[in-house]
């Protein structure tokens, strides 16, 4: 047992390493692929426009595909381009059968409507797990959808690859968002948890949060969970990714988590780092989708 004296230290879980052995398994899987029916999983990846932030994260997913023997297909159309010619493009890449997951970067710019889009998307082809239809069957229960959504799925993958069970558990989300929130809560309560979502409209976020045996933060807002919030032991995973001013680094600032970290890490039992917890997971988990897409035809 601990001595009173004794300080915690949380377990830092590794998102880059764990998120690297993800991708070693992925690359194992695609030449084998490769060997047994001389085909490899194809990602098309569509980006509209140049917005920089969206094109470093193109830059990163295609870099990725490389790494693991995966077809990349780089369309990149431009900022002007109308609604209807894009989706046309996504039905093209619906009926090419090199192509087994399609990402549409978001987001889209003002004159497009984005609902629209992304469900034109073959949900064969969905691997952003965003197609109306797989949300729908992760909601229910005893249904199962052909692809989980890349980040909610990478937080479940940490806390298993970290040895941490989920039946059981009280889990607490933080943010309710289509991208994380809601269907990392959906995931969760498949994984037998009890799962409550704290939102802007929880009148006392404080003691919900401080009954978690897990915490999945993704408000977006920096630092906004203090170590008093902690249950002691808890696992936090902070999908939260802010810029804060620091005029010590170069870019003039620094990116911090929805979590105090350097405080956190000394009630919980196990936190994930920002950046290095849950960004590389995302990206490992768009790979590992379009591997399953591509099986699903491949090996028919």
Same mark, same amino acid.
């Given at each position: 047992?601990?001595?009173?004296?004794?300080?915690? *230290?949380? #377990?830092?879980?590794?998102?880059?390493?764990?998120?690297?052995?993800? $991708?070693?398994?992925?690359?194992?899987?695609?030449?084998?692929?490769?060997?047994?029916?001389?085909?490899?999983?194809?990602?098309?990846?569509?980006?509209?426009?140049?917005?920089?932030?969206?094109?470093?994260?193109?830059? /990163?997913?295609?870099?990725?595909?490389?790494?693991?023997?995966?077809?990349?297909? =780089?369309?990149?159309?431009?900022?002007?381009?109308?609604?209807?010619?894009?989706?046309?493009?996504?039905?093209?890449?619906?009926?090419?059968?090199?192509?087994?997951?399609?990402?549409?970067? &978001?987001? &889209?710019?003002?004159?497009?409507?984005?609902?629209?889009?992304?469900?034109?998307?073959?949900?064969? *082809? =969905?691997?952003? !797990?965003?197609?109306?239809?797989?949300?729908?069957?992760?909601? /229910?229960?005893? $249904?199962?959808?052909?692809?989980?959504?890349?980040?909610?799925? !990478?937080?479940?993958?940490?806390?298993?690859?970290?040895?941490?069970?989920?039946?059981?558990?009280?889990? #607490?989300?933080?943010? +309710?968002?289509?991208?994380?929130?809601?269907?990392?809560?959906?995931?969760? &309560?498949?994984?037998?948890?009890?799962?409550?979502?704290?939102?802007?409209?929880?009148?006392?976020?404080?003691?919900?949060? $401080?009954?978690? =045996?897990?915490?999945?933060?993704?408000?977006?807002?920096? /630092? /906004?969970?203090?170590?008093?919030?902690?249950?002691?032991?808890?696992?936090?995973?902070?999908?939260?990714?802010?810029?804060? =001013?620091?005029?010590?680094?170069?870019?003039?600032? $620094?990116?911090?988590?929805?979590?105090?970290?350097?405080?956190?890490?000394?009630?919980? !039992?196990?936190?994930?780092?920002?950046?290095?917890?849950?960004?590389?997971?995302?990206?490992?988990?768009?790979?590992?989708?379009? &591997?399953? !897409?591509?099986? +699903?035809?491949?090996?028919?």
């Amino acid at each position: 047992m601990e001595s009173p004296s004794t300080e915690r *230290k949380a #377990v830092i879980i590794d998102g880059k390493a764990i998120a690297q052995t993800i $991708r070693s398994e992925i690359a194992d899987e695609v030449r084998v692929l490769s060997q047994n029916y001389g085909k490899v999983p194809g990602l098309a990846v569509v980006i509209v426009g140049n917005r920089k932030d969206s094109q470093s994260y193109v830059t /990163m997913k295609r870099m990725a595909c490389a790494e693991v023997g995966i077809k990349s297909f =780089d369309i990149d159309l431009p900022e002007n381009v109308l609604e209807d010619e894009l989706i046309n493009k996504v039905h093209e890449l619906n009926a090419n059968p090199d192509v087994h997951g399609i990402l549409v970067q &978001l987001p &889209l710019p003002k004159h497009i409507n984005e609902e629209r889009v992304l469900s034109e998307i073959s949900i064969e *082809k =969905d691997v952003d !797990g965003f197609h109306p239809l797989n949300i729908g069957k992760l909601a /229910m229960k005893g $249904r199962e959808p052909l692809f989980q959504p890349c980040t909610p799925k !990478g937080c479940l993958e940490l806390l298993t690859r970290s040895g941490i069970s989920v039946k059981g558990k009280n889990a #607490v989300v933080v943010g +309710r968002s289509n991208i994380v929130g809601l269907p990392v809560s959906l995931l969760l &309560l498949k994984a037998d948890a009890t799962v409550t979502i704290v939102h802007s409209h929880t009148s006392d976020p404080e003691s919900v949060i $401080r009954e978690a =045996d897990i915490v999945i933060a993704a408000a977006g807002q920096a /630092m /906004m969970i203090k170590s008093g919030w902690i249950k002691p032991g808890a696992a936090v995973i902070d999908v939260g990714t802010n810029a804060v =001013d620091d005029p010590s680094k170069k870019s003039g600032y $620094r990116l911090v988590g929805d979590v105090d970290f350097q405080e956190a890490c000394k009630v919980a !039992g196990w936190i994930t780092p920002v950046p290095g917890g849950v960004g590389p997971m995302t990206v490992a988990m768009l790979l590992k989708n379009t &591997l399953d !897409g591509a099986k +699903r035809v491949i090996q028919q």
